[in-house]
């Protein structure tokens, strides 16, 4: 084996792996790997890739609707009245969300789970090194990696897109960083020091990343 080239070899990449892994794609010259079969992934990743794909069908994350639920009873418990303009602001956005086909952040989260390299244990779930397997995946043009054959074969709804799904992804993240911005006016300070708010900031902070990158 060349020792220059990346080892796209499951069977010497994990070879006490009591089940069948496959190469899936490479990136900066990283292979990643999946199981066979998706449908059988081993408990620890399998929890968290169902909690990701719960979050994808409800088009937000738990973090996300966090904030949406305590910014409702802020609102409700204001003492100087009930705003129900903002009850119809923020219950707007939920509806606008609900139009989502799907949200690429949560997507990212799906893939690095699914997805992992030679220095993982395909059997544990490792939730730093993911959100990094993430930050990489982010940086690819949005196209180019969701409509990679593996990751249609997750989430198949995405090749519907076509030539269209970088514009979606960048109208999607656009809502996203509004709807967040909109939602963290409601809150009070005690609420952005929660660390489900923490992570919505960290969402903000990725803005110029949100961005699909040209080719």
């Not at 119809?88 to 939920?94: F, G, S």
């Not at 690429?104 to 690095?112: G, L, R, T």
Request: aromatic share 12%; hydrophobic share 40%; with cysteine.
């Amino acid at each position: 084996m060349n020792p220059n080239k990346p080892n796209r070899d499951p069977k010497s990449a994990f070879p006490n792996a009591r089940d069948r892994i496959v190469f899936a794609f490479e990136l900066e010259g990283i292979p990643y790997f999946q199981f066979d079969d998706i449908n059988s992934i081993p408990c620890e990743r399998g929890f968290h890739a169902l909690s990701f794909f719960n979050e994808l069908n409800q088009r937000c994350t738990r973090d996300y609707l966090m904030a949406h639920s305590t910014a409702l009873d802020n609102i409700i418990n204001d003492n100087t009245g009930i705003k129900v303009t903002e009850i119809v602001k923020i219950n707007t956005i939920l509806k606008e969300r609900l139009e989502f086909l799907f949200e690429p952040e949560i997507a990212y989260k799906i893939c690095s789970v699914v997805f992992f390299d030679a220095s993982e244990n395909p059997y544990r779930f490792e939730y730093k090194h993911a959100l990094e397997k993430a930050d990489r995946f982010r940086k690819e043009n949005m196209a180019d990696f969701f409509l990679r054959q593996p990751i249609v074969k997750l989430i198949p709804y995405i090749a519907s897109f076509g030539n269209d799904l970088a514009e979606y992804c960048s109208v999607v993240n656009a809502m996203t960083t509004k709807h967040i911005e909109i939602i963290s006016t409601m809150l009070s300070e005690a609420d952005r020091k929660k660390e489900w708010f923490k992570s919505l900031e960290l969402l903000l902070s990725r803005d110029s990343t949100l961005t699909p990158s040209k080719t």
